[in-house]
């Protein structure tokens, strides 16, 4: 089994993947030939579960400094897949670099880990040159090339790629957080599918059964503005004292205001409380997609 992650080797993709394989290791044999394939962004990544070059994706969707991933949230909408599992990975970020900390002129990172260094960065090298890379271990593989760059990414990174560790630790805020989904290309048979009030309307039901917590991935578009009616919708869970743990807002790229909701909330889709939940919600809703139930980290 392939599993796509952002490379290259060393990136917190990489870490979440061999962390969510350790796991599930346990629960099913067909995991123990896993090989992973190392994807130039979030977008090969995604494409090459699609095309069929990986069984299995796994991407950043939110950190607990700089929120949601948007390019992950945008795909999870483009693509007709499958979540089943999330992985949550504690982020330390480090400095590396060939050379010592008087010399660095430029630091390299992925926008994510840049945001989330933002005020070091601006206290300790003001003047410096930022450059944005696909991944952190990307910035750490091109910070071999001159003693004057420095890459902002995992400690692990530093021994891969021969660098110095000069600061440990840099991320603004120490309870640095990010969750990362498991996902697969949807199968015809299975039970999570599109739900459209124009079209095709199905019921998605899960007949797996699991006494962990589950969390249920959902996308909703309301294709009628009107006052009151994400209230509405929202009230459906909150009658049945449902959890949401996240929703947000992104452009539906139609026209300027309108948007699409993401929202995450505790449960499973078997169970009987979600489906009545989701099919209350159906009828006031113009789209919603059932990205998957999946056990809670």
Same mark, same amino acid.
């Given at each position: 089994? /392939?599993?796509? +992650?952002?490379?290259?080797?060393?990136?917190?993709?990489?870490?979440?993947?061999? !962390?969510? &394989?350790?796991? %599930? =290791?346990?629960?099913?044999?067909?995991?123990?030939?896993?090989?992973?394939?190392?994807?130039?962004?979030?977008?090969?990544?995604?494409?090459?579960v699609?095309?069929?070059?990986?069984? /299995?994706?796994? +991407?950043?969707?939110?950190?607990?400094?700089?929120?949601?991933?948007?390019?992950? !949230?945008? &795909?999870?909408? %483009? =693509?007709?897949?499958?979540?089943?599992?999330?992985?949550?990975?504690?982020?330390?970020?480090?400095?590396?670099?060939?050379?010592?900390?008087?010399?660095?002129?430029?630091i390299?990172?992925?926008?994510?880990?840049?945001?989330?260094?933002?005020?070091?960065?601006?206290?300790?090298?003001?003047?410096a040159?930022?450059?944005?890379?696909g991944?952190?271990?990307?910035?750490?593989?091109?910070?071999?090339?001159?003693?004057?760059?420095?890459?902002?990414?995992?400690?692990?990174?530093?021994?891969?790629?021969?660098?110095?560790?000069?600061?440990?630790?840099?991320?603004?805020?120490?309870?640095?957080?990010?969750?990362?989904?498991?996902?697969?290309?949807?199968?015809?048979?299975?039970?999570?599918?599109?739900?459209?009030?124009?079209?095709?309307?199905?019921?998605?039901?899960?007949?797996?059964?699991?006494?962990?917590?589950?969390?249920?991935?959902?996308?909703?578009y309301?294709?009628?503005?009107?006052?009151?009616?994400?209230?509405?919708?929202?009230?459906?869970?909150?009658?049945?004292?449902?959890?949401?743990?996240?929703?947000?807002?992104?452009?539906?790229?139609?026209?300027?205001?309108?948007?699409?909701?993401?929202?995450?909330?505790?449960?499973?889709?078997?169970d009987?409380?979600?489906?009545?939940?989701?099919?209350?919600?159906?009828p006031?809703?113009?789209?919603?997609?059932?990205?998957?139930?999946y056990?809670?980290?």
């Amino acid at each position: 089994m /392939i599993i796509g +992650v952002l490379g290259p080797r060393g990136s917190y993709s990489d870490k979440a993947a061999h !962390l969510w &394989l350790t796991k %599930e =290791h346990t629960l099913s044999s067909l995991l123990k030939d896993a090989s992973i394939k190392y994807c130039g962004d979030i977008i090969d990544t995604f494409d090459s579960v699609v095309n069929n070059k990986a069984a /299995i994706g796994i +991407v950043p969707v939110e950190n607990s400094i700089e929120g949601s991933v948007g390019v992950t !949230l945008d &795909l999870l909408m %483009e =693509h007709d897949i499958q979540i089943i599992g999330e992985v949550v990975v504690p982020i330390e970020h480090c400095l590396l670099s060939r050379g010592i900390i008087e010399d660095i002129r430029v630091i390299l990172s992925h926008p994510q880990a840049l945001g989330q260094c933002r005020q070091f960065i601006k206290s300790h090298f003001p003047h410096a040159e930022i450059r944005t890379t696909g991944s952190t271990s990307h910035a750490a593989k091109l910070a071999t090339e001159f003693e004057e760059m420095a890459a902002i990414a995992s400690r692990e990174s530093a021994s891969m790629y021969g660098l110095n560790v000069l600061l440990c630790n840099i991320q603004d805020c120490n309870n640095n957080h990010t969750r990362f989904i498991v996902f697969r290309k949807k199968q015809e048979d299975d039970d999570f599918t599109w739900m459209k009030i124009n079209g095709n309307t199905a019921n998605s039901e899960n007949t797996a059964k699991s006494s962990l917590p589950h969390r249920t991935s959902i996308i909703v578009y309301l294709d009628r503005d009107r006052p009151g009616a994400l209230y509405d919708l929202l009230g459906e869970f909150a009658t049945r004292k449902i959890n949401l743990t996240r929703i947000e807002s992104r452009p539906s790229k139609r026209i300027l205001g309108d948007y699409v909701f993401y929202i995450d909330f505790a449960g499973n889709i078997s169970d009987t409380i979600i489906k009545d939940a989701l099919n209350s919600i159906l009828p006031k809703a113009g789209m919603m997609k059932v990205l998957g139930s999946y056990v809670m980290m």
